[in-house]
Nanobody
Framework: VQLVESGGGLVQAGGSLRLTCAAS????????MSWVRQAPGKGLVWVSS???????IYEDSMKGRFTISRDNTKNTLYLQMNNLELEDTAVYYC??????????????WGQGTQVTVSS
């Protein structure tokens, strides 16, 4: 299993970024996928998850600003982030669900992509 994130970078507050997670080594379409982030000096925080049949859930502070999606034909997970805030600065990881039909726990993680929001 391999998960490779990309799309992070430096953006001004109010701006947008789209993160991508390229998945390989497993049947991507069968598993729920998630985004998790870690801000500097803080613990991991769940961001959003998407089921194999495209049901989505979000952490409350990110509802309306972030959109998770997936393209099973490309084995790719996305996170569209709009109206970014300083507090969104973090390393963002994609994660694969351990068991078909469940969002958590996770069994594989990517290496992460840094998102830095400046004022």
């Amino acid at each position: 299993v391999q998960l490779v994130e990309s799309g992070g970078g430096l953006v001004q507050a109010g701006g947008s970024l789209r993160l991508t997670c390229a998945a390989s080594g497993f049947t991507f379409s069968a598993y729920a996928m998630s985004w998790v982030r870690q801000a500097p000096g803080k613990g991991l925080v769940w961001v959003s998850s998407i089921s194999s049949d495209d049901r989505t859930i979000y952490e409350d502070s990110m509802k309306g600003r972030f959109t998770i999606s997936r393209d099973n034909t490309k084995n790719t997970l996305y996170l569209q982030m709009n109206n970014l805030e300083l507090e969104d600065t973090a390393v963002y990881y994609c994660a694969k669900g351990l068991t078909i039909g469940y969002y958590r726990p996770y069994d594989y993680w990517g290496q992460g992509t840094q998102v830095t929001v400046s004022s």
